[in-house]
């Protein structure tokens, strides 16, 4: 069984998913820590020294390698990767695509509560700016996110009723 977890940046796809793989003995993959290790820099040091474009290169060919990669596995999908046109599909062919719903609001209290120099499309922004960008973020990539076979809407629910929502997914 394979797990795909889809959302935007700061909805808890690596804390959570690494928590389910772990309580549920999946093997667990991020494909951030697989893009740092294939390039042996951090995500901001690849952005700031190859650019962006190379980054989506490199999640590209992490991705491409997924359905032939290891089986019973939860993977948390960096928050772009899944926007472009077909990936939705194949990863939907190849496991279970499971999109963690959050409102802008949440995202929001979520992420300014984070280093944001750590996630490089967010570095240097104050509230005003961040709050600006995940509503103009989140409006063009929801429908990518929204092609996911599990639509789990998570502001009403607490990291643990995450985990055990997406464990029961995996019991199924
Ligand atoms: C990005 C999300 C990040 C990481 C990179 C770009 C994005 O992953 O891939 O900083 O464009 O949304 P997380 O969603 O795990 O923060």
């Known amino acids: 069984m394979k797990i795909f977890l889809v959302g935007f940046m700061g909805c808890g796809k690596s804390s959570l998913g690494g928590e389910v793989a772990r309580r549920a003995g999946l093997g667990f993959l991020d494909t951030d820590r697989e893009a740092e290790r294939i390039a042996g820099a951090s995500i901001p040091e690849i952005f700031r020294t190859r650019g962006e474009e190379w980054f989506r290169e490199l999640e590209c060919h992490i991705i491409e390698g997924l359905p032939e990669g290891e089986d019973d596995i939860v993977v948390a999908l960096g928050g772009g990767a899944v926007c472009r046109e077909g990936v939705m599909e194949m990863l939907s062919e ?9 409102s802008s609001e949440s995202l929001f209290f979520r992420l300014a509560a984070t ?7 967010i570095a240097g922004m104050d509230d005003a700016q961040l709050r600006d960008f995940i509503e103009t973020s989140l409006a063009v990539r929801e429908r990518f996110y929204e092609l996911a076979d599990i639509i789990l809407e998570c502001d009403p629910l607490t990291d643990e009723q995450i985990i055990e929502q997406i464990l029961n997914l995996v019991k199924q």
Do not use: S
Not at 94 to 102: E, Q
Not at 115 to 121: H, L
């Open 115 to 121: 280093e944001r120099t750590k996630r490089p499309k």
């Open 94 to 102: 190849a496991g279970t695509t499971v999109y963690l719903k959050m």
